[in-house]
């Protein structure tokens, strides 16, 4: 009850305003020492004289005047900063007898005429805007022996970090972390904030970084990412620094890493190494709880919903027992002034998961119900090698040139056991089925790619060249074995079906991609882009079935209804234009591009030909205001064709589920999606406010959809069709809204979402043959609520927590739906203790309840804990004891429902283990570097 009241109490603080004394004022006017003139839009601060922390923030006006409101009474400083003047500070204080305070007419000074006898006595500026570049100093804030800049950025205004590192700024997510303007090993921003020094960095700069053709031709093409760039300092920027760590568990847990780092001026080399069977298969800290994140829900743009309590963005995905290890290193230099530039980047590793997983099926067919339950084990194991390498050529001071090469290999082994079981409605077996699926897959690709850019004579007029060209080649060994047993209405055996096949697959790839690029200004405000180009394709996919006569012989007697060898060779032009306006606070495009497409379809057993022609296009309509530069109005219409994949289209079946064989349509025909959007985005720095509302509607015509027919024995066969007479659709909201809470001195918001999708699929009733469109209706209901409190050197504190409620009803068997509510909650602590002991500990709780088609429902408390304590001068030796899964409540769980069918998975996952491990950090840095 006492922690339901404080939740309370903090919602209150949260929605109600400050009611402290607020009327007090400051004023003045920032001019130029030496000419007199006004400094507009010079940067104006008041921190607290007691802690440097910021208290308000604003600009001045374009006459250089400047007025802060709303202060309250307290000792504070004023800090002036404007691009190329020294920084400006003086300390001052409000009370009762001095409301307001005007500072007049304040003088700064050009930093080309300070005199080495001018002695200038400022504050280190915490925060500098820079036009649409936020600055923060580094200097200014606190930072802890050994901390990282994921330690440093926590602190900035605005900037938040969930546990699993990543980052959001100004209300939306950073998508890149870059290194004194570079990336580091290219894929994750985490590998430079939890494995960069904090003391090693000088400032950090966060704004909105240009696609690469918006910044060479200088004509704003909206497309941005949210960037955070970590400027190191000079002596910091040669020597070398790393870590490693290692540690054992009970049950044969373990874990080791190593990473070392060796930058000397612009030249950096990295190294590192992992050997894990805790989930960890990257250098990021606490990996493992990304399998077991808070159940998140979606309507996919088809229509369908789903959600898990697992992620998908790593190799390993929750699912089994992993054993990863894995090795790579990265490599970056410039010479000659900038001229040239290299990055490079090598990764091995290997990966091995065992594991289990339960999954029941209900499939909902016209006047009639089949519920499925599938017992699986899996032993997967991948090997995987990867090289990549940019160059970038300054040719002269208006060309350059870019060359990208990668090549990747990868080996998978897949050998998996399926014991399947089927009964009707009225609960008498229909179907069982013994699965074994043993395949080993080989996957090699390469890709060049050459990037060509030139500056004409006129400003903005440029010209663009790429050429690109990849080649993939997938082969592909295995056996299918399979033992079907079917029974009648009264539960006898009546049919039994053996399957005994060798699979092979060798399927090409060979593509060549070629795009011209010229930029026109029409005037200062409106520039015209043209693009053409061409793309061949020339593929092949050779796939074929064996039998063997006897069951001790060899696979010789080759399936032509489950073999093909199809050539494909595809050629398309590629045309369009794009205008873009931007004058003062307005952005805006309009234009489209074209594709002409000749597909050509061979298939080598029959000589059989498909040829076809169509058009692809992609209308594009963008309208962007800014208020200010952190608040903006986006609204967005667009639409792109959608072609058949080539799986849909194949005319050959694929049994590998003896019980649910898909078919390919050659006939299928294009479809198109069309979309509308709207984003609202909204930051202030004083009391790091952030709003950002968006909303997206979307609607397909002539959309390709699935035809399942399911029939007397409980064989499911799939076939995809062009449904002409209804538009799926779907609609999502989301609201955020995030401020700081000054009575409390916490950060808290609110986000509100509404997802809302419908579908359409054929249902066929093998046993009836009766044949029914089913409509889906999926809607999902969220919220969360999200409090931070932070004291330096104390401790660190969050919570986020909300219900969600999802609905999900087919057109058929409308007593069984899927309609259910959940909630969601995350809690963290760090208690900073003293003799540098350090107490963490993080809780997730996941709840599911149950739905007519799914009669049990989920509920998972996941709590971690750890203790650790440092020792040595800078803190660089930690050991540290660990408990994962405390109350051994840790399993996987997904549910799907798309099409009429409700599925629900669980699965083995890693659970409760103790480990004891010490890490130890390295720095030789500004070690004979640039000082």
């Known amino acids: 009850m006492k922690i339901v009241l404080y939740l309370i109490a903090l919602l209150v603080l949260f929605c109600c305003p400050a009611h402290a004394q607020s009327n007090y004022s400051i004023k003045g006017l920032a001019i130029d020492t030496a000419e007199k003139k006004n400094l507009l839009h010079t940067t104006i601060m008041v921190l607290n004289a007691r802690d440097s922390i910021l208290r308000k923030f604003t600009r001045a006006k374009t006459d250089g005047s400047f007025t802060v409101n709303n202060l309250v009474a307290g000792k504070f400083i004023l800090v002036l900063s404007y691009p190329g003047y020294a920084d400006y500070s003086e300390n001052f204080t409000l009370d009762d007898k001095n409301q307001q305070h005007d500072f007049g007419s304040i003088q700064m000074t050009l930093t080309t005429h300070l005199l080495q006898d001018v002695i200038i006595k400022a504050k280190v500026a915490p925060i500098k805007i820079k036009g649409d570049t936020t600055e923060f100093n580094a200097r200014a804030y606190v930072i802890q022996p050994n901390d990282k800049v994921e330690d440093l950025i926590k602190q900035f205004p605005g900037i938040r970090v969930d546990r699993f590192g990543q980052i959001t700024a100004q209300g939306q997510r950073v998508g890149k972390v870059l290194l004194d303007g570079e990336e580091f090993f290219g894929d994750d921003p985490t590998l430079v904030t939890k494995n960069i020094r904090a003391d090693m960095v000088d400032k950090v700069q966060l704004y909105d970084k240009k696609s690469d053709q918006a910044a060479f031709t200088g004509i704003d093409d909206g497309k941005t990412t949210k960037t955070l760039n970590i400027k190191l300092k000079e002596d910091k920027k040669s020597g070398s620094f790393g870590k490693v760590n290692g540690g054992l568990g009970n049950n044969d847990y373990y874990t080791g890493q190593l990473m070392y780092n060796k930058f000397k001026d612009k030249e950096k080399i990295a190294i590192y190494g992992i050997g894990s069977n805790t989930g960890t298969t990257g250098l990021n800290e606490d990996d493992t709880e990304k399998f077991a994140e808070s159940e998140t829900a979606q309507v996919t743009d088809d229509g369908g919903i789903y959600f898990n309590t697992g992620t998908n963005d790593m190799e390993y995905n929750g699912r089994g027992l992993p054993k990863a290890l894995a090795a790579g290193a990265h490599y970056d230099n410039k010479w000659d002034n900038k001229k040239y530039a290299v990055n490079g980047n090598y990764k091995i590793g290997g990966l091995n998961i065992d594991g289990t997983q339960t999954t029941v099926t209900q499939n909902n067919l016209p006047g009639r119900v089949i519920n499925s339950t599938s017992e699986q084990l899996d032993h997967n194991s991948t090997f995987h090698q990867k090289l990549d390498a940019t160059v970038t050529m300054a040719i002269d001071t208006t060309s350059d040139i870019k060359i990208a090469l990668d090549g990747i290999y990868k080996n998978n082994k897949i050998n998996t056991t399926t014991a399947d079981t089927s009964r009707r409605g009225d609960n008498t077996l229909l179907n069982l089925n013994n699965t074994s699926n043993i395949n080993t897959v080989d996957d090699h690709k390469f890709n060049a790619s050459v990037f060509y850019t030139k500056k004409l004579k006129k400003n903005r007029r440029t010209i663009s060249v790429l050429i690109s060209g990849s080649a993939d080649d997938n082969t592909g060994f295995g056996f299918l074995k399979s033992n079907l047993n079917y029974f009648d209405n009264a539960g006898d055996l009546n049919t039994a079906e053996q399957i005994d096949q060798q699979k092979t697959k060798d399927n090409k790839l060979r593509r060549l991609v070629t795009n011209i690029t010229y930029t026109e200004p029409i005037s200062k405000a409106l520039a015209v882009v043209f693009n053409y180009g061409f793309k061949i394709d020339h593929s092949s996919s050779d796939q074929r079935s064996y039998g063997r006569p006897i069951s001790d012989g060899h696979y010789t007697v080759q399936i032509d209804s489950l073999s093909n060898f199809f050539k494909l060779n595809q050629f398309s032009n590629r045309a369009g234009a794009i205008f873009y306006y931007n004058k003062g606070k307005t952005r805006a495009d309009l234009g489209t591009r074209f594709s002409d497409v000749s597909f050509s379809q061979i298939n080598i057993f029959t000589g059989n030909q498909l040829k076809r022609t169509f058009i692809n296009w992609s209308p594009q309509a963008n309208l962007t205001y800014d208020f200010t530069s952190r608040q903006y109005i986006l609204l967005a219409f667009g639409g792109k064709t959608i072609q058949p994949n080539i799986n849909q289209i194949q005319p050959v079946r694929d049994n590998t589920n003896p019980l649910y064989v898909t078919l390919g349509n050659p006939n299928l025909t294009p479809s198109f999606l069309n979309y509308v959007g709207l984003i609202y985005n909204s930051f202030q720095i004083i009391g790091e406010q952030s709003i950002r509302i968006s909303a997206k509607y979307n609607f397909t015509n002539n959309p390709i959809v699935s035809n399942i027919s399911t029939d007397s024995i409980g064989k499911t066969t799939v076939q995809y069709f062009n449904l ?93 739906n899927s309609n259910g509510g959940g909630f969601n909650g995350d809690g963290a602590l760090s208690l900073y203790l003293p003799h540098d002991f350090q107490l963490s500990s993080t809780v997730n709780y996941t709840y599911t309840a149950k739905t007519q088609a799914l009669p049990e429902g989920f509920r998972r408390t996941l709590w971690n804990a750890s203790i650790s304590k440092s020792f040595l001068k800078e ?57």
């Open 875 to 931: 803190k660089s030796l930690a050991v540290t004891g660990a408990i994962n899964d405390i109350l051994n409540q840790n399993k996987g769980f997904t549910r799907n429902a798309a099409g009429g069918i409700i599925s629900e998975e669980r699965y083995s996952t890693i659970k409760r283990y103790f480990m004891l491990s010490i890490s130890y950090d390295f720095s030789r840095m500004g070690k004979g570097g640039t000082k």
């Open 724 to 816: 002409s007479n209804r538009s799926p659709h779907n609609w999502k909201i989301n609201a955020e809204y995030f401020r700081q809470i000054p009575v409390a001195d916490i950060t808290g918001g609110l986000d509100f979402n509404l997802n809302s999708g419908t579908s359409y699929n054929m249902v066929k009733n093998g046993v009836t043959n009766i044949t029914e469109l089913n409509t889906t209706n999926n809607i999902i209901y969220g919220a969360n609520l999200y409090l931070r409190k932070s004291v330096q050197n104390k401790f660190d504190a969050s919570v986020s927590f909300g219900p969600q409620y999802i609905i999900n009803q087919s057109s058929l068997q409308t007593l069984y």
